[in-house]
C-alpha cells in the first residue's frame, strides 16, 4: 500500500504561491516527510524535509499538520520553471532508499 | 558545486547484450543508490552502497549487478539485455540519509 496519497496534477499562475498537498496517515513517528520534484527526464531534486516542525528553505516551505497525517509543500512564487513532477515521500531516516509514487504534476501557467 | 557524474549519458545496445553503466557520487558522500524510470514511470529504487558495502536492495533483476569502487565510485553491469531495460537509469549520493543528489542519468535503449 502506498505510503501517500497526492493529486495527480494541479496548475498554478506564475507568481502565485502554488500550495501542493499530501497525505500520509499511516505515518509512523520515527519517519519523515520529503518532497522531490523531477522536471522533465531530468534527475530527481531534493526540495526540503521534515519530521513535526515546519520547515522553511531557500526553495520551499513545508507545513505539516500536528497529527502528521498529511503536509503541504508551499513554493512562495512559483516560475515557469518550477514545472514539475512533485513527489511526497515519507522514509525513515535509517532507510537505505527513497519510494517514489505517483507524484502531482504541477503546471505553472504565464 | 560538484555534481553526481554518470557516463554514459546515453546508450544504444541490442538485445542480449551487456552494458555498464558509471556513477561518480559528489566528494565525501558515503552513499550511492541505483535508480530506474521506465517511460512514463516513476523511478524505482534497484540497490545501494554504503562505505562500498551494498546497504539495500530493490527491484533489480538477476541479471543485473552493481559495485562500488574504492574510490567510490559506483557501476552497474547488466546482462542479457531485454527490451524492457529501456529507461532512464538514474545514480544518486548522499552523506545525509534522505537527502539525495541525483545525476542527470543515463538513457539506455534496447533494440
Known amino acids: 500500500d502506498a505510503k501517500t496519497t497526492q493529486p495527480t496534477s494541479m496548475d498554478c499562475a506564475e507568481g502565485r504561491a502554488a500550495n501542493l498537498p499530501c497525505n500520509h496517515s499511516?505515518?509512523?513517528?520515527?519517519?519523515?516527510v520529503y518532497w522531490y520534484r523531477q522536471i522533465h527526464s531530468q534527475g530527481p531534486q531534493y526540495i526540503i524535509h521534515?519530521?513535526?516542525n515546519n520547515e522553511t528553505n531557500e526553495m520551499a516551505s513545508l507545513i505539516i499538520t500536528e497529527d502528521r497525517k498529511s503536509s503541504t509543500l508551499i513554493l512562495p512564487h512559483a516560475t515557469l520553471r518550477d514545472t514539475a513532477v512533485y513527489y511526497c515521500?515519507?522514509?525513515?531516516?535509517?532507510?537505505?532508499?527513497?519510494?517514489f509514487g505517483e507524484g502531482t504534476q504541477l503546471t505553472v501557467n504565464p | 558545486a560538484a555534481g553526481v557524474i554518470q557516463s554514459p549519458r546515453h546508450l544504444i545496445k541490442e538485445k542480449r547484450e551487456t552494458a555498464t553503466l558509471k556513477c561518480y557520487p559528489i566528494p565525501r558522500h558515503d552513499t550511492v543508490y541505483w535508480y530506474q524510470q521506465g517511460p512514463g514511470q516513476d523511478p524505482q529504487f534497484l540497490i545501494s552502497f554504503y562505505e562500498k558495502m551494498q546497504s539495500d536492495k530493490g527491484s533489480i533483476p538477476d541479471r543485473f549487478s552493481a559495485q562500488q569502487f574504492s574510490d567510490y565510485h559506483s557501476e552497474l553491469n547488466m546482462s542479457s539485455l531485454e527490451l524492457g531495460d529501456s529507461a532512464l537509469y538514474f545514480c544518486?549520493?548522499?552523506?545525509?540519509?534522505?537527502?539525495?543528489?541525483f545525476g542527470p542519468g543515463t538513457r539506455l535503449t534496447v533494440l
Open positions: 544518486a549520493s548522499s552523506l545525509v540519509r534522505g537527502k539525495e543528489f
Open positions: 521534515g519530521l513535526k
Open positions: 499511516t505515518i509512523s513517528g520515527n519517519e519523515y
Open positions: 515521500i515519507v522514509e525513515e531516516t535509517s532507510g537505505s532508499r527513497l519510494t
